[in-house]
């Protein structure tokens, strides 16, 4: 079966900084994505992801190994608005989109 | 302004009858999707289509039905053969199956 996993929640201080992980088993690959979703509201697209390595983006980068199925999403700088969740999913061979359960991040100040 | 549309943001039904979403998009993208979220678990695919008059059912089609006469809309319909269909239902759009998603604003469906 396609399965992604990430932390259910996680906690940081506003000014620190987070990695939000993700592992994935699917049926082939065809990049991986993070998407922001604060509570209620529609997801917004983060990072993309398609060959190994970092993409940098502002505050936020994400990490691709698809020898080990792992991406994390590191957040920088954490800012109060940054409290939301962080969902991970990935294109399989069909390049319909697996969703993870997706990260509760909790910024305290 | 570009975007995608849905509405209500907010739906009630009674339990027995069918109800539909609505799903608008001006960004002139092919590809449309509905998606269901719950809570604790990911997004799952409803239906997808990738043309105008053409959809495909997702991981989770039964008990829902959908159209696509026109590119910009995707409206979704909510049968009584449902059995839990109380959730937060997202509507999302692509320029193709191979590029990101766009989402609308969703709607939260109780049904009663």
């Known amino acids: 079966g396609q399965n992604i996993d990430q932390p259910t929640e996680m906690t940081a201080t506003e000014g620190a900084i987070v990695q939000i992980n993700c592992t994935y088993q699917t049926s082939g690959f065809n990049g991986l994505f993070w998407y922001q979703q604060h509570a209620g509201e529609a997801p917004t697209f983060l990072s993309y992801?398609?060959l190994d390595g970092l993409e940098e983006k502002g505050r936020f980068s994400s990490f691709l190994s698809r020898s080990k199925g792992y991406s994390y999403l590191l957040l920088k700088e954490l800012q109060m608005k940054d409290s939301a969740s962080y969902l991970c999913?990935?294109?399989?061979?069909?390049?319909?989109?697996?969703w993870g359960a997706g990260t509760k991040l909790i910024i305290k100040p | 302004d570009g975007g995608i549309t849905q509405s209500p943001k907010y739906l009630f039904r009674k339990e027995g009858q069918n109800v539909t979403l609505s799903c608008e998009q001006n960004?002139?993208?092919?590809?449309m999707y509905w998606y269901r979220q719950d809570p604790g678990q990911g997004l799952r695919l409803i239906y997808y289509s990738q043309i105008v008059n053409d959809f495909q059912k997702g991981d989770i089609a039964e008990g829902y039905s959908v159209s696509r006469e026109k590119k910009e809309s995707f409206p979704l319909t909510v049968t009584s053969a449902q059995k839990n269909p109380t959730a937060f239902y997202l509507c999302?759009?692509?320029?193709?199956?191979?590029?990101?998603?766009?989402f609308g604003p969703g709607t939260r469906l109780t049904v009663l």
């Open positions: 999302a759009s692509s320029t193709g199956v191979a590029n990101e998603q766009f």
């Open positions: 999913a990935v294109r399989d061979s069909n390049y319909q989109l697996i």
């Open positions: 960004l002139n993208h092919d590809a």
């Open positions: 992801n398609v």
